[in-house]
Structures are given as C-alpha cells and as structure tokens.
C-alpha cells in the first residue's frame, strides 16, 4: 500500500505537467498580499476539492462493491480497469480526448468566473479541482476501486499533493519547459495510471489480489 501511494503522489507530480497548459493560467490570476499564502490557499482549495471527489467515488465503490453478486463485482473491477487504461492512454497522447461542443465557450466562461475569486485563493482552487482531466479522472477511478470513501480521499489528496510543485511554479515552468518536455514527463503518469488499471482488471480474477 505505501508503494501504490508513493507511485500516485509520483503520477500527480510528473502528470501535472501535463496539467501546465491547461491549468496554468490560473494560479497567476491569484491577488493576494502574500505570494506564499496566497499559492497555500489555492493548491489547499484544490486539494479539497479532489479530496471531496475521491470521498464520493470511494462512496460510490462501497455501494457497488456492496451489490452480493460476485459476477458484477467482477465485471466492475474490469469496466474500471479498463476506464484507468482509457485515460491513461488519454495522458500519453495515444488516445485523443473527445472534443466537446462549445469547450473553447466553457472555458472562457470558466476563466471569467475564476478571475473573479483573485482575492480568495482558496475558492479559485476549489473551483479549479472540478476542470476536467483526464489524469483526474483516472485517479477518481482508481478513487471508485477501492470502496472506501476515506481510501479514496486519501488517494485524491495525495494524487493533489503530487501536483503542487508545478502548479506553485507554474508560469516559470511553462517558459521553462518545451511543450515535448512536458509530454514526456505526463506520459510516465499515463504509465503509472494504465499500470492501476491492469492491476485492477487482474484482482477481478483472482490474480495478485490475496484474502
């Protein structure tokens, strides 16, 4: 257990450059006396919201896990496997994530409504953990797997933790780092997040997962 979440804090840290240039803008927005609070209460924000996300997703597992049908327990075990390589191949760039119609309007609208919370980090992180991702996603099924709502939590805080390093130094990163640089780096998190997914669909038969 402690390596699986040593390997999510590592996914959230070197899948967060992936976030760069989507989330990026966003932490120079904040207005704030204290550069150093300021980043605190944002990244604190966020993290609260994916800590939340992974609580219901861990509820949701328990439900499911709850159904006394083994078959559809196992079917679930493989429809999540499977839904972590999904977006984990997303992160890699092997599989393009589906345009949604009007995204470009969503998230202009997102940015305005952002901009108005410069003076409350906090709120501007809390708003910023429900963008989609789909390095998120897959940790919010990973999230579901382990029907448990405080397991799933921990696995969104810490998948959370893992990404404040670039978000903190997010615009010095992203002059630092070419774009080929940060899909380098993301691409061993779409690695880690395929791995959770195989892991996933093996316990489903019985292989690697012992009573």
């Not at 804090?9 to 899948?15: C, K, R």
């Not at 963008?131 to 382990?146: D, H, N, Q, S, T």
């Not at 780096?185 to 997914?197: D, E, Y």
Request: glycine share 12%.
């Amino acid at each position: 257990m402690f390596i699986e979440y040593l390997l999510i804090i590592l996914a959230g840290f070197l899948g967060s450059y992936h976030c760069i240039g989507m989330c990026g803008y966003i932490p120079p927005l904040i207005k704030h006396k204290s550069w150093i609070v300021g980043n605190f209460l944002y990244n604190t924000g966020r993290i609260f919201t994916y800590a939340f996300l992974g609580f219901v997703a861990g509820y949701l597992g328990m439900f499911f896990h709850s159904v006394q049908f083994q078959l559809f327990q196992k079917g679930l075990s493989v429809v999540l496997g499977v839904l972590m390589i999904v977006f984990g191949l997303q992160v890699l760039g092997s599989i393009k994530e589906k345009g949604v119609p009007g995204l470009d309007l969503i998230f202009t609208t997102i940015a305005e409504i952002l901009s108005k919370f410069r003076e409350n980090p906090f709120f501007l992180g809390m708003f910023n953990g429900f963008l989609p991702c789909p390095l998120v996603y897959g940790f919010l099924v990973k999230a579901m797997f382990e029907s448990n709502p405080l397991k799933g939590a921990t696995i969104m805080v810490l998948f959370g933790i893992g990404t404040v390093p670039a978000m903190v130094f997010s615009s010095y990163l992203f002059k630092t780092f070419s774009p080929s640089l940060r899909k380098k780096l993301s691409s061993m998190s779409g690695i880690i997040i395929i791995l959770f997914g195989f892991l996933a669909i093996f316990r489903a038969f019985g292989i690697g997962h012992h009573h």
